[in-house]
């Protein structure tokens, strides 16, 4: 999803009902609040969905752009640390 998390968006019942043995990968693009309608939906239902949150692709993508920019491997632990300080709720921090 890239709905502003105030849409409170989650997962029509009829795309949950057609979810059969085959994982299905979600995107949900925002990082802030970490938690959003859609990622708490689909954290109930593990055995059916894969999520990728927006924190997940924002750290990703930093790494990409620092290696292509410097042509040096990226400080990946460091990176995924500042990102997620910043995302998790302050009870949740890694």
Excluded at 27 to 37: E, I, R, S
């Amino acid at each position: 999803s890239t709905l502003p998390a105030s849409v409170e968006f989650t997962l029509p019942q009829w795309i949950i009902r057609r979810s059969n043995k085959n994982k299905i990968v979600v995107l949900d693009v925002n990082y802030k609040p970490y938690w959003t309608a859609l990622s708490q939906q689909l954290s109930t239902m593990q055995d059916k969905f894969d999520i990728v949150r927006g924190s997940e692709m924002l750290w990703e993508q930093g790494i990409g752009q620092f290696e292509a920019w410097t042509g040096r491997t990226a400080p990946y632990d460091i990176m995924k640390r500042v990102v997620l300080e910043n995302c998790l709720p302050k009870d949740e921090e890694a």
